[in-house]
């Protein structure tokens, strides 16, 4: 059986899960369909991804064909930033139910602590600095409890904050986020968030988990590390038969985290659901535990601009 993640209702989210960042519209249909069609059955999306209608036109087909139930699948998307305004919220999400032809979400994430001018996808040039928002993030939030009672998303919870955004975030509300996103993979443990989210009863996704090599030219370091290539990586993957993917999926699954690797290649994306058979041994983790070089793929640093109020998205 699949291991999965419970919320407090009973509702149990499956450890691993297709990631559909940079999916292209061309070919994520296929995946998603590929994926279902294979035990998948967790999926996770956004808004900004670029690709919900393409992700959609796989659910309309897969559930239209009758062997997969909706309620059997869990599916995860993310609020844009430039709609946190308590007005723009439920809008954002109903767009987003209607591309993915759904009518209801089990978890929506607020996607950054960052808010933007409605219309705005990423702030690239001097002229955007202007294109960021001062909404309170109880603002939001407020309405992400609303659109959990008026039931068009099962769960709420937030991506991409820190321990000092969630505890700001708790200590205004009563709701609790339930779930949080962010990036995590041998090169960045974060294992004091995530003790305080196991503390908290907030399910954990580990985003990245592959190192997202296929990233814009533009999003990457300079020399930055493969965690494909990496030779311990390797070397464990060898001694258990498995691929470098598997290990990093399987590190993710073993620490109690949900994993949304990507694929669009049918292969991989069997090979990927497939990673966690067996138990990464005492050695192997010790191992593992000397990779953390507290590395980020995704620095988020198209926010932090003069005209925002982080000088480090963070909050490092
Ligand atoms: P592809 O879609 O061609 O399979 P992440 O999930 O960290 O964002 O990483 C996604 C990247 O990793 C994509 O380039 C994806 O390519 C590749 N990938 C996915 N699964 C595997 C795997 N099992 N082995 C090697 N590369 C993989």
């Not at 450890?15 to 059955?41: H, M």
């Not at 723009?88 to 929506?108: F, G, H, R, S």
């Not at 919870?157 to 709701?175: P, R, Y």
Request: hydrophobic share 35%; with cysteine.
């Amino acid at each position: 059986p699949l291991r999965t993640l419970k919320y407090k209702n009973g509702d149990e989210q499956p450890a691993i899960g297709l990631g559909t960042w940079k999916s292209g519209k061309g070919e994520v249909t296929k995946a998603v369909e590929i994926a279902l069609n294979n035990g998948y059955r967790h999926i996770d999306c956004a808004a900004t991804y670029g690709n919900e209608n393409e992700v959609g036109e796989a659910f309309e087909k897969v559930f239209g064909e009758g062997e997969i139930n909706r309620e059997e699948v869990w599916i995860t998307s993310k609020l844009w930033n430039d709609s946190h305004k308590k007005e723009d919220v439920i809008p954002a999400l109903k767009k987003t139910l209607k591309d993915l032809k759904l009518d209801y979400l089990d978890l929506y994430l607020i996607h950054w602590p960052v808010a933007f001018k409605k219309g705005v996808g990423f702030p690239e040039s001097d002229d955007e600095y202007y294109s960021l928002e001062e909404v309170p993030i109880i603002e939001t939030w407020e309405a992400m409890v609303e659109a959990k009672k008026q039931g068009l998303v099962k769960h709420i919870g937030v991506s991409n904050f820190s321990i000092k955004k969630l505890k700001d975030l708790m200590s205004k509300t009563n709701e609790k986020p339930e779930a949080l996103q962010v990036e995590l993979h041998p090169y960045l443990h974060q294992n004091e968030l995530l003790e305080f989210c196991s503390k908290n009863g907030i399910n954990v996704t580990a985003y990245s988990p592959l190192g997202s090599g296929d990233r814009a030219d533009a999003m990457k370091a300079k020399d930055e590390p493969s965690l494909l290539e990496n030779p311990t990586i390797v070397k464990i993957a060898k001694k258990h038969g498995a691929s470098a993917g598997q290990v990093l999926i399987n590190w993710a699954v073993q620490r109690g985290t949900a994993v949304i690797p990507k694929s669009t290649n049918k292969g991989r994306i069997i090979e990927n659901l497939a990673s966690s058979g067996y138990q990464l041994d005492k050695e192997d983790l010790a191992e593992i535990d000397k990779l953390d070089e507290h590395f980020r793929y995704v620095t988020g640093e198209f926010f932090v601009t003069d005209g925002n109020s982080y000088s480090n998205i963070y909050d490092e």
